[in-house]
């Protein structure tokens, strides 16, 4: 069984810059693409960036250029960096492992981008 487990998180000035962790347990992360997805108030669940286990990534467009997603494979690990957050960046943030038999999500963690 796969946890997943986030942090890093807060409220931050639009500007500002946060980086996000997940930590997972079991021995199948390594293998698999993981990301992070974002769900706002009263939106749906979006993908905002995801990276293979060879380390291809792709993001949304609204975060291009200022998030970078990263791993660190020997520690079971994935980070969201997030630069020149905007207030629209505001959501849960939601760490995700996807496998051919299932989805593993977290259980999120906030970040608020307010003056």
């Known amino acids: 069984q796969v946890q997943l487990v986030e942090s890093g998180g807060g409220l931050v000035q639009p500007g500002g810059s946060l980086r996000l962790s997940c930590a997972a347990s079991?021995?199948?992360?390594?293998?698999?693409?993981t990301g992070w997805y974002r769900q706002a108030p009263g939106k749906q669940r979006e993908l905002v960036a995801r990276?293979?286990?060879?380390?291809?990534?792709n993001y949304a467009d609204s975060v291009k250029g200022r998030f970078t997603i990263s791993r660190v494979n020997a520690k079971n690990t994935v980070y969201l960096q997030m630069n020149s957050l905007k207030p629209e960046d505001t959501a849960v943030y939601y760490c995700?492992?996807?496998?051919?038999?299932?989805?593993?999500w977290g259980q999120g963690t906030q970040v608020t981008v307010s003056s």
């Open positions: 995700n492992l996807a496998t051919p038999v299932k989805d593993y």
């Open positions: 990276i293979s286990s060879g380390g291809s990534t």
């Open positions: 079991g021995r199948i992360f390594s293998i698999y693409v």
